[in-house]
């Protein structure tokens, strides 16, 4: 090692001594150091993570425009390249002529023409286009030109070596919107890695089926959110097949034989398995999908949304803390107590000073079901980073609050009111014994305000990655 590595390495060293245990000797560094790296990153275009407070932004080549109360980015085709997804703050994908508008609802056509006027970019495409009737074909594969109307099935040939001889063209719309209803959430158990969402359009007569290889992390939960920070490492566990022009039902069977598969540009949103184990053995009880895919395939292009929270009452709600360094080094985290509660989440109503119950335990029988039932209950300390700079961790509630009934002498529950309410996420960069941890020590604890219902609450831990 160099001289200069090795400043750097006892700066380091230092900056994490006073972090994790207060080390008063290396406090004037700590703050110089960090006074530092906020200015850096300020400065830098290259960030490696996007704040999530940050909205509105269209990014490179985009126009921000407002019409009818919608807002909504407005690109060129022409200067787009291959391959374009929507910023991560207007995810689904909409076509009118020789524009792309991204927002965050399907754009009906006359609320589109509205946003390219509100967009005022000028030109003779943009006026041709608002004079001219949008046709689908814009946004989608074309079908063969012997299929003679637009609206025919036209087929395309598959990738070499795909296995399928023809595959269908979808060719009306550019959104494709899942009934809540027939969204079901196949778990094949805990020993299998496979989990997938089907479901179906009746609307555009489309079958979906979404792939996924599950993360056998105990620190998931059953649970998994995704954006643009987290999709970048983790789009290779997805795998899409879009069947148009199809009746309902979407069994297994139809996609079977299916294997060419629609190219996912990116995924937003959360989901959850009910059959996966949580971290001391009991079963997620909460199974749902709230995704929105941006999608450029061979039988589908644009956007598919798959969202069954409405079937579900009160709505869950996916708890994440993600840990961002510069450095690799472990973040530890209790995931359960000795009664089988994770602690490293808490959540309360604003203005009361008592943690609200989030789960049953092992220490009060559940209302109507019998004795309390554990499946491993014991004190679970985990580093979550795994030694790395990089983690994540996320459980899924169910939007339920469990309360003791004193005259049945048993734990009922109440579902939660829509409001403020207040998350506190704590982590440690030290524990009691790190071979066998059974104690976080000097906890890093931070409240986090949230309104509810909403799908995720997510607290980034941000030490300079």
């Known amino acids: 090692m160099n001289e200069v590595d090795r400043k750097v ?10 972090m994790a245990l207060d080390d008063r000797s290396c406090s004037i560094v700590r703050r110089v150091m960090t006074t530092l790296l906020a200015f850096a990153l300020a400065l830098s275009s290259f960030a490696c993570f996007r704040n999530p407070d940050q909205s509105g932004s269209c990014g490179s080549g985009g126009t921000l425009a407002e019409a009818s109360g919608t807002t909504a980015c407005v690109f060129r085709k022409s200067i787009q390249v291959t391959g374009f997804q929507c910023p991560l703050d207007f995810p689904m994908l909409s076509t009118l002529g020789d ?23 000028g030109g003779e495409d943009a006026q041709s286009t608002l004079d001219a009737q949008p046709s689908d074909s814009d946004s989608q594969i074309s079908a063969d030109s012997s299929a003679g109307d637009s609206n025919d099935v036209g087929s395309v040939t598959p990738d070499s070596g795909a296995g399928d001889t023809t595959a269908d063209v979808q060719t009306q719309g550019d959104v494709l919107r899942l009934d809540p209803g027939s969204i079901v959430l196949v778990d094949p158990g805990f020993d299998f890695p496979l989990g997938r969402i089907r479901g179906y359009d009746s609307q555009n007569r489309s079958c979906v089926e979404l792939t996924i290889t599950r993360l056998y992390d105990d620190t998931y939960n059953g649970a998994e959110c995704l954006d643009g920070f987290r999709w970048q490492s983790e789009s290779k566990r997805f795998r899409l097949i879009v069947l148009p022009n199809h009746d309902a039902p979407c069994d297994a069977a139809d996609f079977e034989l299916i294997s060419a598969t629609d190219n996912i540009t990116a995924i937003t949103g959360c989901y959850a398995f009910a059959g996966v184990l949580d971290a001391v053995g009991n079963p997620d009880t909460v199974a749902f999908s709230a995704l929105t895919l941006s999608v450029s395939g061979v039988r589908f292009v644009g956007t598919i949304i798959v969202d069954d929270r409405v079937q579900l009452q009160p709505p869950p709600t996916v708890f994440t803390m993600r840990y961002i360094s510069d450095i690799p080094e472990d973040a530890y985290v209790q995931l359960s107590d000795d009664l089988g509660f994770p602690t490293w989440v808490k959540v309360r109503k604003k203005g009361e000073t008592t943690w609200r119950r989030l789960f049953t335990g092992c220490d009060v029988p559940v209302c109507g079901q019998g004795g309390a039932v554990c499946g491993v209950s014991a004190t679970i300390i985990r580093s979550f980073t795994g030694g790395t700079p990089v983690g ?53 604890c931070e409240t986090i305000p949230f309104t509810y219902p909403t799908m995720q609450v997510l607290h980034t831990v941000d030490n300079g990655g």
């Open 9 to 18: 390495s006892a700066q380091r060293s230092c900056i994490a001594r006073a």
């Open 392 to 444: 994540e961790l996320s459980l899924v509630w169910d939007g339920r609050f469990h309360v003791y009934d004193d005259g049945n002498q048993c734990l009922g529950s109440v579902d939660a009111e829509p409001g403020e309410y207040e998350a506190e996420f704590c982590y440690s960069w030290t524990v009691d014994d790190p071979k066998q941890p059974t104690q976080l020590t000097n906890p890093q």
């Open 99 to 121: 524009f792309y508008l991204c927002a965050t609802m399907n754009l009906p056509v006359p609320l589109q023409e509205e946003l390219l006027k509100s967009a005022n970019l």
